[in-house]
């Protein structure tokens, strides 16, 4: 049977949706000749949600021309008994996995909502809270204080995905990280800055493509020497070849996720994450 043009994936859950949502994405990402319409319908706990859940469900098949999928990580058996007749091909995520669970460890799950991605502990949450307000206060090299409390230091040129990626870590995985901009200066002298050369071992590098570095900088500065194609090339050989001078392992993350480039720097800088 051919593909259908257009979907719509529900993601319905009677807390955040997240983790439903997670492993959704991760499925639905295999069927790359599909467009995908994803919807996230969170905090469905009372019939009424329930049943404005399959009005969304009965409009979409309507204007899909196709049964609509969803994914639920619904504990309420009410609330399912609601949603399971609806024309979808519906997939209960607990259910999958709870019960095999349940029966291999012989004891019984709690059936809580929420459990996946409540505050776990104190200090767990303090820790993700200190994270973020680090990676904010040594964002882009504004303050090198305190850098001995980093976990990481990323070092990169402009617009690398330094940013992003000290925010992902610190609010997923509570790790400190501060990041550092390679400018001309560092170039000319071919040294790193000195606020930095303390904290070698903690330095981790973020490379990227010309083309990519060119499209996202003309976004912010279109036209300006900042953006320019040569000066792109130029910025991103010179900050190469500091960090192979310097020892710096750089990984380039012109076509990987922020999840992708975290992991890796998870796993190279052999940082001990938290879980939460």
Same mark, same amino acid.
């Given at each position: 049977m051919a593909a259908a043009h257009s979907r719509t994936v529900f993601y319905v859950s009677d807390g955040t949706g997240i983790t439903a =949502?997670?492993?959704?994405?991760?499925?639905?990402?295999?069927? =790359?000749?599909?467009?995908f319409r994803q919807v996230r319908i969170p905090f469905v706990n009372s019939p009424a949600k329930a049943r404005d859940c399959l009005r969304q469900f009965k409009a979409a098949h309507e204007t899909d021309g196709a049964r609509p999928i969803v994914m639920t990580t619904v504990i309420s058996d009410k609330i399912l008994e609601i949603l399971r007749p609806a024309d979808t091909l519906f997939f209960d995520l607990f259910e999958h996995f709870l019960g095999p669970l349940e029966a291999e460890l012989g004891a019984a799950s709690t059936h809580s909502v929420g459990r996946g991605h409540g505050i776990t502990s104190t200090s767990d949450y303090m820790r993700r809270i200190d994270a973020v307000n680090f990676a904010l206060a040594h964002d882009d090299g504004v303050s090198d204080e305190d850098?001995?409390?980093?976990?990481?230091? !990323?070092?990169?040129?402009?617009?690398?995905?330094?940013?992003?990626?000290? +925010?992902y870590l610190a609010m997923q995985f509570g790790i400190k990280v501060a990041n550092y901009p390679l400018i001309p200066e560092d170039f000319e002298r071919m040294a790193l800055p000195q606020a930095l050369k303390r904290f070698r071992h903690k330095l981790f590098g973020l490379t990227i493509g010309i083309e990519r570095l060119h499209q996202i900088r003309s976004e912010r500065r279109r036209g300006? #020497?900042?953006?320019?194609?040569?000066?792109?090339?130029? =910025?991103?050989? =010179?900050? !190469? #070849? +500091?960090?192979? #001078?310097?020892g710096i392992h750089a990984l380039d993350s012109t076509r990987k996720s922020i999840e992708e480039i975290a992991a890796t720097i998870l796993q190279d800088a052999h940082l001990e994450r938290s879980t939460f």
């Amino acid at each position: 049977m051919a593909a259908a043009h257009s979907r719509t994936v529900f993601y319905v859950s009677d807390g955040t949706g997240i983790t439903a =949502e997670m492993l959704g994405h991760s499925l639905i990402a295999q069927f =790359e000749s599909i467009r995908f319409r994803q919807v996230r319908i969170p905090f469905v706990n009372s019939p009424a949600k329930a049943r404005d859940c399959l009005r969304q469900f009965k409009a979409a098949h309507e204007t899909d021309g196709a049964r609509p999928i969803v994914m639920t990580t619904v504990i309420s058996d009410k609330i399912l008994e609601i949603l399971r007749p609806a024309d979808t091909l519906f997939f209960d995520l607990f259910e999958h996995f709870l019960g095999p669970l349940e029966a291999e460890l012989g004891a019984a799950s709690t059936h809580s909502v929420g459990r996946g991605h409540g505050i776990t502990s104190t200090s767990d949450y303090m820790r993700r809270i200190d994270a973020v307000n680090f990676a904010l206060a040594h964002d882009d090299g504004v303050s090198d204080e305190d850098l001995a409390n980093a976990d990481v230091i !990323l070092v990169g040129v402009s617009r690398s995905g330094k940013t992003p990626t000290s +925010l992902y870590l610190a609010m997923q995985f509570g790790i400190k990280v501060a990041n550092y901009p390679l400018i001309p200066e560092d170039f000319e002298r071919m040294a790193l800055p000195q606020a930095l050369k303390r904290f070698r071992h903690k330095l981790f590098g973020l490379t990227i493509g010309i083309e990519r570095l060119h499209q996202i900088r003309s976004e912010r500065r279109r036209g300006s #020497r900042y953006a320019s194609i040569e000066n792109c090339r130029y =910025e991103i050989e =010179e900050a !190469l #070849r +500091l960090m192979r #001078r310097e020892g710096i392992h750089a990984l380039d993350s012109t076509r990987k996720s922020i999840e992708e480039i975290a992991a890796t720097i998870l796993q190279d800088a052999h940082l001990e994450r938290s879980t939460f």
